[in-house]
């Protein structure tokens, strides 16, 4: 963030419902719980993404 590298964990989550996943999010924060008070921390875009074969994989930006 604005030029200063940080290390910062990820969490992925998949909420699905009736066997389809409804909604993606990912979530960035340092230290033991997500509090969200280190700079760079939050939530985070996810963005899918298909594959040649057709099959779908999220990614992070």
């Known amino acids: 963030m604005d030029g200063i590298t940080a ?3 990820l969490d992925v989550r998949a909420y699905a419902y009736a066997g389809q996943v409804q909604l993606l999010a990912a979530r960035l924060y340092a230290g033991q719980t997500t509090n969200f008070r280190t700079p760079g921390s939050g ?4 963005f899918v ?7 779908l994989t999220a990614r992070q930006p």
């Open 7 to 9: 290390e910062l964990k």
């Open 43 to 46: 939530f985070a875009p996810v």
């Open 49 to 55: 993404v298909p594959e040649q074969d057709g099959a």
